[in-house]
């Protein structure tokens, strides 16, 4: 599935120029913001209702399914007069169980496309909700679509991809298709293909990706959206990965990571009745549960040890923090036991 088109509408002839290139790249839905919610007031916010008559003028000129944004039951009242395809619903909406759950009470029995966007907080629960009113109401045909979350001083990408939280919605919704915004979680061009693939990879049903006739003139997020020729060929590079199992010789190969896996709970669980050993000893000699000395030490260890096996130093870090987070935790318990619960 791909979806496509700028990230707002801005004038009739932008809009037709954008659709007239995109109509032969085999674009599932046609995609652009009529009201466009902006982080700070004095930027620019849609055109509004006209737009939608542009939205209509796409479909009928060229065939194209076309898509735009919803947040309130307003904006959707207004859309269905124009026999837009798909609506989608942004982040922030997302993001508010109250407004999002005033959207899904108007979508009621909805039989078109209703794209979802991961709320801007990391979490999976959160999104979940948001399916769930959708789905509660009759959405039929819901898509989700995985743009990266909101982290301040985000060094990299716009919105931090957090790939686990997407393939925890697909393995709690594997009915729903799942598609990846690489524009807004890269925010810049350079970054949009490798995040592309990287969804592929994973298994992804396709892209949302912004894609404006003339990005350099765009009136809001320019240095995201492609121009139809970078797209054309970003579409010629990528590579679709097949999802279906190749059997034995991956049957093989996951047999050995069962078994490995197996072998890394029972040494887990060792270590933590070594770590309750040592809890009992802390109580005994009134030492406090975190030392940070020791802890600092392990860390670095942890992470040079990583270096050595060719293994991220920061995925190190973030393993040794579960494990010591969990150990703390038996430890508290300990701590806390009276001889009396018994």
């Known amino acids: 599935m791909l979806v496509a088109g700028p990230c707002a509408a801005e004038t009739e002839a932008q809009l037709m120029a954008t659709a007239g290139e995109l109509v032969a790249m085999g674009v599932t839905y046609f995609r652009a913001g009529i009201w466009k919610p902006r982080t700070k007031p004095g930027s620019f916010e849609g055109v509004g209702e006209v737009g939608l008559n542009w939205l209509r003028q796409v479909r009928q000129e060229y065939g194209l399914k076309v898509a735009?944004?919803?947040?309130?039951?307003?904006?959707?009242?207004?859309?269905?007069?124009?026999?837009?395809?798909?609506?989608?619903?942004?982040?922030?909406?997302?993001?508010?169980?109250?407004a999002l759950q005033q959207l899904a009470n108007a979508m009621?029995?909805?039989?078109?496309?209703?794209?979802?966007?991961?709320?801007?907080?990391?979490?999976?629960?959160?999104?979940?909700?948001?399916?769930?009113?959708?789905?509660?109401?009759?959405?039929?045909?819901?898509?989700?679509?995985?743009?990266?979350?909101?982290?301040?001083?985000?060094?990299?990408?716009?919105?931090?991809?957090?790939w686990n939280i997407a393939i925890e919605m697909k393995r709690r919704y594997p009915t729903i298709p799942l598609l990846c915004d690489p524009s807004h979680m890269g925010g810049q061009v350079s970054l949009i293909?490798?995040?592309s693939q990287q969804a592929l990879n994973f298994g992804y049903e396709g892209l949302m990706v912004e894609c404006h006739a003339n990005p350099e003139c765009a009136l809001s997020d320019r240095q995201q959206q492609l121009s139809p020729a970078q797209l054309r060929e970003m579409l010629s590079r990528l590579v679709v990965r097949q999802t279906k199992d190749i059997p034995d010789e991956l049957d093989v190969l996951r047999r050995k990571i069962d078994t490995i896996d197996e072998t890394l709970f029972e040494l887990l669980s060792q270590r933590i009745d070594v770590c309750r050993q040592i809890g009992k000893y802390k109580q005994q000699n009134n030492l406090?549960?975190?030392?940070?000395?020791?802890?600092?030490?392990?860390?670095?260890?942890?992470?040079?040890?990583?270096?050595?096996?060719?293994?991220?130093?920061?995925?190190?870090?973030?393993?040794?923090?579960?494990?010591?987070?969990?150990s703390l935790r038996q430890q508290h318990e300990l701590l806390n036991h009276s001889p009396a619960d018994d």
């Open 108 to 162: 009621t029995d909805e039989d078109h496309t209703v794209f979802l966007k991961n709320p801007v907080n990391p979490d999976v629960e959160l999104w979940c909700g948001a399916v769930d009113r959708l789905l509660s109401v009759g959405v039929k045909h819901l898509v989700l679509v995985h743009r990266g979350f909101s982290i301040y001083n985000s060094r990299l990408y716009r919105n931090t991809p957090f």
């Open 68 to 98: 735009t944004e919803v947040a309130t039951a307003e904006h959707l009242n207004t859309v269905r007069k124009y026999d837009i395809d798909a609506y989608w619903i942004g982040a922030r909406t997302a993001t508010n169980p109250f």
């Open 193 to 195: 293909e490798p995040l």
């Open 288 to 326: 406090t549960l975190f030392q940070n000395n020791r802890y600092t030490e392990v860390l670095a260890h942890y992470a040079a040890m990583a270096e050595e096996q060719g293994l991220s130093p920061r995925f190190a870090e973030q393993l040794f923090e579960q494990i010591h987070t969990e």
